[in-house]
């Protein structure tokens, strides 16, 4: 990316920074609880968070004991986290960095890790080969991805309320995918890995759960959950009377699966990959 490129990446990330840490990463922390265990991190190991957004995966690191750094292109993300180390007493470093060009020194860390970060970048394999770089030699890296874009339910939640109001729509082109879905295929994933120059890689699909009372409370969630969501609303030109009618079908499909009073459960598959230098 130039640099026009990143300031505007910060400045949209900055925007819906508040909102996603309300919605997202509250949800998130468990996942990133899971990878961790996966990848083995230890009490008193050195882990660098790369694209840490507010913390669902530093806060896990330090609760286990780590000496954490956490980097994010967006300096709102990294207050937000550095609050939430605050309120736990938990001493997390954060820096303002792009994780395309960690300003870190080669094998300075046990372990690096990113939970839906990393796979966001336009030069993706760029930023997992940082993160073997800042790695020593034995030390893993971790990646948390999403999966396949077709089963996630917040995603055809999402496109089949704006049905709703635009039949037509399927959402965005899948050839190639969003950013958010390029290490969709468990074998993509496995192949960047390898191609970083780790070994002993390991890809595992698990599926995540969470849980939604209101479809206001999921539509908040999706449109705070990147500045993509925002992006395709506003691409379609839709008026006020139309985003009214989207989220009242939003409830509704809430409703229809949470089939009684209980909270709605959507799922997502998840890719876990780990490799070793």
Do not use: C
């Amino acid at each position: 990316m130039n640099l026009a490129e990143q300031e505007d990446t910060r400045a949209r990330w900055d925007k819906i920074a508040r909102g996603y840490d309300k919605t997202n990463t509250p949800t998130q922390m468990w996942l990133g609880n899971e990878g961790l265990n996966r990848a083995g991190l230890r009490s008193g190991m050195r882990f660098v968070d790369v694209a840490a957004g507010s913390g669902a995966l530093s806060i896990p690191a330090a609760r286990i004991g780590a000496q954490v750094m956490a980097t994010d292109q967006s300096p709102v993300m990294l207050k937000l986290l550095g609050e939430r180390a605050r309120q736990e007493g938990l001493g997390i470093e954060t820096r303002v960095m792009d994780g395309h060009a960690l300003e870190l020194e080669d094998g300075s860390f046990d372990m690096a890790g990113s939970q839906f970060g990393v796979m966001l970048f336009p030069d993706m394999p760029k930023g997992i080969s940082e993160m073997a770089r800042v790695v020593k030699p034995g030390g893993h890296v971790l990646m948390i991805v999403y999966g396949d874009p077709h089963k996630i339910d917040f995603f055809s939640f999402f496109v089949g309320a704006i049905q709703s109001v635009r039949p037509d729509f399927t959402g965005p082109p899948m050839d190639p995918p969003p950013l958010p879905f390029q290490l969709r295929d468990p074998q993509r994933l496995h192949k960047e890995l390898a191609a970083a120059g780790l070994k002993d890689i390991k890809v595992e699909t698990i599926t995540e759960t969470t849980e939604f009372l209101t479809g206001a409370d999921l539509w908040e969630w999706v449109v705070w959950s990147n500045p993509i969501a925002e992006t395709v609303l506003e691409q379609l030109g839709l008026t006020d009377s139309e985003r009214i009618v989207i989220q009242q079908t939003m409830e509704t499909l809430v409703r229809e699966r949470a089939g009684g009073n209980g909270p709605a459960l959507l799922s997502n598959p998840i890719n876990i990959g780990i490799g070793t230098k």
